[in-house]
């Protein structure tokens, strides 16, 4: 049986509240920490600021100016109205306008693309994205691309990391870290996702480590050993909403969100991912109420879309 025929095998389960039994041989293997690395280098004018700012466009788009670098994360540039397709025959329809179009952002050192749904990677974002930027991903979402002609792509597994340089000895690593889109078992019906650690260093040492969680649901069994690896987080980007398709929970809700916090322990916390589509079922106050119970508060940095925070502070 292939994923695809697995997977609506699995969601048609969850949808009835039946209990999931899977093999674990059926998920994609993993190899060793640290295996193989890429180095590319940055594109584009190097810009002489240490500037570490977040522009929020929507879902879970953001636009990130870490002094030499920017980053595009998870781009969807679909429209007002416009159907996102989520497989198995499913689609959401988009109730937002994104903060910036595709034609006009800046060049990109890289996008990093935490899976291939059509709410985080769109067809308006394939039209107008240049073929040859590179885009960090997952494995399977990498070969799909290719096939798209986006020559740059590049799968990383678990742990395995993409390095970008520029002028003076400014560096900026990407990191792939472990993320699972839904409950044990019904993950296997949706696309293989990653989460990210993201190392900006100026040549006088590091000044940024920021986390982007991907759309994962809070397991401490499987995200446990982001910490341990990645001590000294600065600031998370973190996927809510609570996403639900044919019932099954999918994406973090604000408990799920709160438990990773506490797990992460970063200096600032940046929720996204909460509003553009009707599967996002819970508003962003109630993350933002529990955060306020749970003693976050003052970590917390609300944004809507449009706005730019600096990460830094």
């Known amino acids: 049986m292939d994923r695809k025929t697995l997977g609506a095998a699995v969601l048609a389960a969850a949808g009835a509240g039946a209990g999931v039994a899977l093999a674990r041989s059926l998920r994609e293997g993993t190899p060793p920490a640290g295996e193989q690395a890429w180095t590319v280098r940055a594109t584009g004018e190097a810009r002489p600021t240490a500037e570490a700012t977040a522009t929020f466009v929507g879902t879970a788009t953001v636009l990130l100016r870490l002094g030499a670098f920017t980053l595009l994360t998870d781009p969807n540039f679909l429209h007002l109205g416009q159907r996102a397709y989520l497989g198995y025959g499913m689609w959401s329809r988009r109730r937002t306008e994104p903060a910036l179009p595709v034609d006009e952002l800046p060049p990109l050192a890289a996008v990093v693309l935490s899976h291939l749904h059509g709410d985080h990677f769109d067809r308006v974002a394939r039209r107008g994205l240049p073929r040859d930027v590179p885009v960090l991903t997952t494995r399977p979402a990498a070969r799909r691309l290719q096939r798209w002609r986006f020559g740059e792509a590049v ?94 929970l999918v994406t973090m809700d604000a408990r799920d969100g709160v438990a990773l916090s506490r797990l992460l322990d970063p200096r600032r916390i940046v929720p996204i991912h909460y509003d553009d589509y009707p599967v996002f079922r819970e508003p962003l106050s109630t993350f933002l109420q529990l955060a306020e119970l749970s003693g976050l508060g003052g970590a917390v940095r609300p944004v809507v879309r449009g706005q730019t925070v600096d990460l830094t502070e």
């Open 155 to 248: 799968g990383l597994a678990d742990w395995q990391s993409a390095t970008f340089s520029a002028g003076g000895g400014e560096t900026l690593r990407v990191t792939a870290v472990p993320a699972r889109h839904g409950p044990a078992g019904v993950h296997l019906a949706m696309p293989v996702t990653m989460g990210s650690v993201i190392d900006w260093q100026p040549a006088d040492g590091r000044r940024l480590r920021l986390y982007v969680s991907g759309d994962t649901r809070y397991s401490h069994r499987v995200l446990r050993e982001i910490p341990e690896r990645f001590g000294g987080i600065d600031a998370a980007l973190l996927h809510l909403g609570g996403t639900r398709l044919l019932g099954a």
